[in-house]
């Protein structure tokens, strides 16, 4: 959770961990049979269960959490739905054991750590102070109660310190880091000729017979994709907004309800004698109260500051503690400060660092902003609100409507003034524009609900604040083609196919005479081709063929005058004869980075040992995962 807000997830932590600080998401269908279905339990963990609901939200979390993290980038069509479900529960699973063990183990999380975590989200903070009612509002708009998130939140440290605790018992040894080193950095001579497919497909025939044996065996290879139109109805935010009206007295009501926040922080100037308490605290007061009567009688406080306070600090500066805020000082002190006048001095304040009197030098108090220099910003923001709750009222009627009458989106459109609209065909690999794009529709277009039955889909999000229902507004079931329509392609499928034939049985002759101990150069140039060298080619190597690369490094260090050879693939699929004539091992005294390289393989043992010590959990758990209707 708040790696994600704060950006900063690292290994397990940032796939364990349900993020739940990115974009409201309004929930729909309210009827009877998702509120059963709410509460059905897709697993259990020791006999608690893990509810639909739970994992339903849990799963809109993480997927947008991709979305946030990729931006722009965020492509909803790539998104596997099922397999991003899947590997939610798995992941809400992981977290049950582990809290449990944690809690057998009786580990705990300070309440202060805790408030200084909530305090440290900046998306909790106003004009530049952190606000309990914007605190209150974001979880509302989450549907969080503050308890909900402080006790995620608590159980999101404790994972953190417990992995961190694990994974810092991990090492790499000298001998282990010397070995990577010289394999990481080992450097290979090579030699290696491609064999192109192209060059036989000229060569090659496809009779009439074979064409029509191909065709008849791989008939369904050669259908027209079922297909579907669409019609839908669409509800955003945007078009909620812009019925959305906000009146001047609104306005100006919305303003005066938060002028106290306009002010920005007040902060204040003060200084401090400290005196420890010690073993004798009572002594402490007894001696604070004199310094007090002496302050207030005329005495200068920074003179005495400098004679008696027992903070190294401030006492040389006359206990001068500059500008804070509130949040700044432990809250027995603020309280104090923050209730005196300019130039008032407390009386003795107790805490944990001891006994202290306290004058306030100055107190800033920023200028508010007037209403007229807000009025355009707390409209739109206003006006922002009043969309959010109208969209998700609207949401759930439309969820609601489309639900009730299954077979057709004209009820739902009427009542809420929306249109249908329709797509144009659409295959199971989706469509080109709009909606047909994304995924979760195309998958929702050919359900079993949808297509079959032909009912209504549920609301999909399509982006956030953007729903849509569909139904299928026509459909074409897969038909066989004739085989004059794919002749040309069966041809072009088998001439492809001989020449790769004929160009791997070409590699695996050349192979077989370089084992035979000619020199594989020679072979090449006998068979027309070119045999390309490479001296100390690296496992990076940037030019040279990666899949030649790769098997290159597979191979045995080669005999005293004689290359290892073996036969691998480019990355286009031409057959490829390489050669491997040197082996330098890396350097370990010249390897840079050392440090990190260490710190990289103690963090893979560490990554490892958790994990291991995750398994040994889950393993001694009783665990039951329960059939969900996505996957059957």
């Not at 989200?121 to 503050?146: C, H, I, K, M």
């Amino acid at each position: 959770m708040m790696q994600a807000i704060r950006d900063s997830a690292k290994g397990w932590i940032g796939w364990v961990i349900v993020v739940i600080i990115i974009v409201p998401f309004a929930l729909w269908g309210v009827h009877e049979y998702a509120q059963r279905q709410a509460t059905v339990a897709v697993a259990t963990v020791n006999g608690a269960e893990i509810t639909e609901r739970e994992l339903q939200n849990a799963y809109l979390q993480q997927r947008q959490r991709l979305q946030a993290m990729l931006g722009e980038h965020f492509r909803p069509e790539l998104i596997d739905e099922q397999q991003l479900r899947r590997e939610t529960l798995e992941q809400m699973i992981e977290r049950r054991v582990l809290m449990e063990a944690l809690r057998d183990a009786r580990f705990r999380t300070a309440d202060a750590q805790i408030a200084a975590q909530i305090r440290g989200f900046d998306v909790f903070w106003e004009n530049g102070a952190f606000s309990p009612e914007r605190y209150r509002q974001f979880l509302a708009s989450q549907r969080l109660t503050p308890e909900q998130f402080e006790e995620q939140l608590r159980g999101d440290v404790l994972l953190e310190q417990f992995y961190a605790g694990v994974a810092a018992t991990a090492f790499s040894t000298p001998h282990e880091f010397q070995t990577f080193m010289r394999l990481q950095e080992q450097q290979r001579d090579i030699g290696y000729a491609v064999v192109p497919v192209e060059r036989f497909r000229d060569q090659v025939q496809v009779t009439d017979d074979e064409v029509e044996a191909h065709y008849q065996a791989n008939q369904r290879r050669y259908v027209t994709q079922e297909r579907v139109r669409l019609a839908y109805l669409e509800l955003s935010i945007d078009d909620v907004a812009r019925g959305v009206e906000v009146s001047e007295e609104a306005v100006r009501a919305f303003y005066e309800e938060r002028a106290e926040q306009f002010g920005g922080e007040e902060r204040r100037a003060a200084r401090h004698i400290l005196l420890l308490s010690g073993d004798e605290p009572g002594q402490a007061l007894e001696q604070a109260e004199g310094l007090r009567e002496r302050i207030l009688a005329g005495e200068d406080f920074a003179e005495l500051a400098r004679e008696y306070s027992q903070d190294p600090g401030s006492a040389q500066a006359g206990g001068d503690l500059g500008s804070f805020a509130r949040g700044d000082m432990v809250p027995g002190f603020e309280r104090a400060a923050f209730a005196l006048d300019e130039g008032e001095v407390s009386e003795p304040v107790e805490t944990e660092f001891g006994v202290h009197l306290i004058q306030v030098t100055a107190i800033e108090r920023p200028r508010a902003p007037s209403y007229e220099e807000l009025r355009d910003e707390l409209r739109a923001e206003l006006q922002r609100r009043r969309a959010e709750m109208r969209f998700r009222d609207v949401g759930e009627r439309l969820a609601n409507l489309t639900y009730e009458q299954p077979d057709t989106l004209d009820e739902a459109a009427e009542q809420l003034g929306l249109t249908v609209q329709e797509t144009d065909w659409i295959t199971r690999d989706g469509g080109d524009a709009g909606i047909a794009q994304d995924r979760r529709v195309v998958q929702a277009a050919f359900s079993d609900d949808v297509l079959a039955q032909g009912y209504n889909s549920e609301p999909i999000e399509v982006e956030p604040q953007r729903v849509v229902v569909v139904r299928v507004a026509e459909h074409e079931p897969a038909a066989a083609l004739p085989l004059d329509d794919v002749r040309e392609r069966i041809v072009e499928a088998l001439r492809s196919q001989k020449a790769r034939e004929e160009a791997r049985a070409l590699a695996q002759g050349m192979l077989e005479r370089a084992q035979a101990g000619e020199d594989p150069a020679e072979v090449a140039a006998a068979e027309g081709l070119g045999w390309e060298r490479a001296e100390g080619v690296t496992r990076h190597e940037a030019g040279v063929p990666a899949g030649v690369v790769r098997r290159a490094f597979t191979l045995p260090r080669p005999t005293e005058g004689e290359p290892s050879v073996a036969m691998t693939h480019a990355d286009n699929g031409d057959p490829v004869v390489l050669g491997v004539y040197r082996v330098q091992d890396g350097d370990v005294a010249d390897a840079e980075q050392r440090a990190d390289v260490q710190d990289a393989l103690a963090s893979e043992h560490g990554n490892r040992l958790f994990r291991a010590v995750v398994e040994s959990l889950k393993a001694q758990a009783e665990i039951r995962r329960h059939a969900q209707e996505d996957d059957r």
